[in-house]
Every structure is written in structure tokens, then in C-alpha cells.
Nanobody, 124 residues
């Protein structure tokens, strides 16, 4: 079992930055594909970013966040991060961290473990 806990959300003005953290316990994250997904009110959860398992470190981003968000992982801390810059009101959502045994990263059906989410609110 892997337990994931997100932190770092909050209220920020448009154009601002936030860094989300996802701390894991129970198992090392080295062998998992790690992803961030988000769900805005009234919308389905959507893919935001992912990073492949250790040894590859390939990163993937939704078109809507490419160039503004950066996903990274610190295996020593068993933590994954999502650095968000140039935030927009449309980035407002609950952000979820997830871990997948699969190498696939886009669909949330690929993920085996989820955190409870952290709220990000961007004011205009």
C-alpha cells in the first residue's frame, strides 16, 4: 500500500506561483509512475502532469499547463512536486497526486493510489 498526502495548495492571484508536494509513505515511489490530476467544480478530473519511474524521468504535460508547470520527484524524500507558475483562474481545482504501477500516465484509470487532494484557487 502507498499512502499519498498532498500539500501546498492555497489562494493565489492570477500570475502567481505555487508548489504542490506529494509525500508518500508505505513504499518507495521509485518504481511508480507519478501523476498530478485536477478536478474543477462541475468538471471531470483531468490529467495535468506525470513523471515516469526512476531511471527514466520522462515528463508529460497537458497542453493547458505546458510551459507553466513542472513536475519533479525527489526519491530521497519520497516526494513528488508540481511547480506552478503564471497561474490562471482556470487552473482553479482540487489537485490530486497519484501513483501508478503502469507506465501509462494519461488516464486516471491507470493509477493505483490517490491522495485526498489539495485545493488551488486562483483569483482574477
Amino acid at each position: 500500500q502507498v499512502q499519498l498526502v498532498e500539500s501546498g495548495g492555497g489562494l493565489v492571484q492570477a500570475g502567481g506561483s505555487l508548489r504542490l508536494s506529494c509525500a508518500a509513505s508505505g513504499r518507495t515511489l521509485r518504481s511508480y509512475t507519478m501523476g498530478w490530476h485536477r478536478q474543477a467544480p462541475g468538471k471531470e478530473r483531468e490529467f495535468v502532469a506525470a513523471i515516469s519511474r526512476s531511471g527514466y524521468y520522462n515528463t508529460y504535460y497537458a497542453d493547458s499547463v505546458k510551459g507553466r508547470f513542472t513536475i519533479s520527484r525527489d526519491n530521497a524524500k519520497n516526494t513528488v512536486y508540481l511547480q506552478m507558475h503564471s497561474l490562471k483562474p482556470e487552473d482553479t481545482a482540487v489537485y490530486y497526486c497519484a501513483a501508478a504501477v503502469s507506465r501509462e500516465y494519461y488516464s486516471d484509470l491507470e493509477y493505483d493510489y490517490w491522495g485526498h487532494g489539495t485545493q488551488v484557487t486562483v483569483s482574477s
